[in-house]
């Protein structure tokens, strides 16, 4: 069974880091890009980075580009986003999804999502 | 970037009844590389459609999706009691890939 388990949220206040953790398990996580896309409580879906299998293409939403850093390390089959200078509006609900194969296509499947607030 | 207008907001129907959501893009959406997700509340999404048309594995088929273009539909034939939702539409033909604001299907 395909499964992804976001870890690492929490609370912080506003200029502060977190780093998220997603362990993935159920398939070959190394031939998969991988994406994170945040919910807002009560807001809908925001794409917010994408890595290809093997970390040679990165992109980042404008919102968080120049703060947040996304990372693999296929061998721990785990996937990363370092998140600084945090801000209120960055407060949501973290998924990890993975992408179709190694390419930018639909989320399939999600993980549980990992709540971050950020306090001002 | 492409914006995904969704309507209705809410949709109110009864068990049984014909469900039509609607994805309006702002501009034409690359061969037709439209999804469509299901969020129940407190969970994540599934993904229910692909390529605007395609069933996602283990997707019954009372769910469809259908639309080229600008317009897509997403149309839940006869409604469970376990498809009260929120939806939501999401492109992939173009960069960033972003997703409508959601439709929420309740029961009336």
């Known amino acids: 069974e395909v499964q992804l388990v976001e870890s690492g949220g929490g609370l912080v206040q506003s200029g502060g880091s977190l780093r998220l953790s997603c362990a993935a398990s159920?398939?070959?996580?190394?031939?998969?890009?991988m994406s994170w896309v945040r919910q807002a409580p009560g807001k809908g879906l925001e794409w917010v980075s994408y890595?290809?299998?093997?970390?040679?293409?990165?992109y980042y939403a404008d919102s968080v580009k120049g703060r947040f850093t996304i990372s693999r390390d296929n061998a721990k089959t785990s996937l990363y986003l370092q998140m600084n200078s945090l801000r209120a509006e960055d407060t949501a609900v973290y998924y990890c999804a993975r992408d179709y194969y190694d390419s930018r296509r639909w989320f399939d499947p999600w993980g549980q999502g990992t709540l971050v607030t950020v306090s001002s | 970037e492409i914006v995904l207008t969704q309507s209705p907001g809410t949709l109110s129907l009864s068990p049984g009844e014909r469900a039509t959501l609607s994805c309006r893009a702002s501009?034409?959406?690359?061969?037709?590389?439209l999804a469509w997700y299901q969020q129940k509340s407190g969970q994540a999404p599934r993904l229910l459609i692909y390529d605007a048309s395609r069933r996602a594995t283990a997707i019954p088929d009372r769910f469809s999706g259908s639309g080229s273009g600008t317009d897509f539909t997403l149309t839940i034939s006869r409604l469970e009691p376990e498809d009260f939702a929120v939806y939501y539409c999401?492109?992939?033909?173009?960069?960033?890939?972003?997703f409508g604001q959601g439709t929420k299907v309740e029961i009336k």
């Open positions: 890595i290809s299998s093997s970390s040679t293409t990165i």
């Open positions: 501009q034409s959406v690359t061969s037709s590389y």
């Open positions: 999401q492109q992939y033909g173009s960069s960033p890939r972003t």
């Open positions: 159920g398939f070959t996580f190394s031939s998969y890009s």
